[in-house]
């Protein structure tokens, strides 16, 4: 599967953006998708994760209550809705699929085999 991320800019701290990320290549609800961002200097860390229906989702500490994961398999897109954003959200940020279990992709991001490009996202005070 490929997938292609979108959405990303420069909004002001307490600003939205929506990230998209199109597969194609696949049956997109084959897989789990993730979204993780990588800040300059810093590791790349995981953001959210979504089941294969979509029915679960899960957030990583310092983001909950502010982006939401959510995926239309019709239009094989997984989208991550970004509110009151803060500049410490300016990253790059990638989506990828995982061909494992829900549980496994949530543990680990070795479980990932598919990547995106990335897709800038800055947030300034």
């Known amino acids: 599967v490929q997938l292609q991320a979108s959405g990303g800019g420069l909004v002001q701290a307490g600003g939205s953006l929506r990230l998209s990320c199109a597969a194609s290549g696949r049956t997109f609800s084959d897989y789990v998708v993730g979204w993780f961002r990588q800040a300059p200097g810093k590791e790349r860390e995981f953001v959210a994760v979504?089941?294969?229906?979509?029915?679960?989702?899960y957030y990583a500490d310092s983001v909950n209550y502010r982006l939401t994961i959510f995926r239309d398999n019709a239009k094989n897109t997984v989208f991550l809705q970004m509110n009151s954003l803060k500049p410490k959200d300016t990253a790059v940020y990638y989506c990828a699929a995982a061909e494992t279990s829900y549980a496994v992709a949530q543990r680990s991001t070795a479980a990932y085999k598919y990547w995106g490009q990335g897709t800038q996202v800055t947030v300034s005070s």
């Open positions: 979504i089941s294969r229906s979509g029915g679960t989702t």
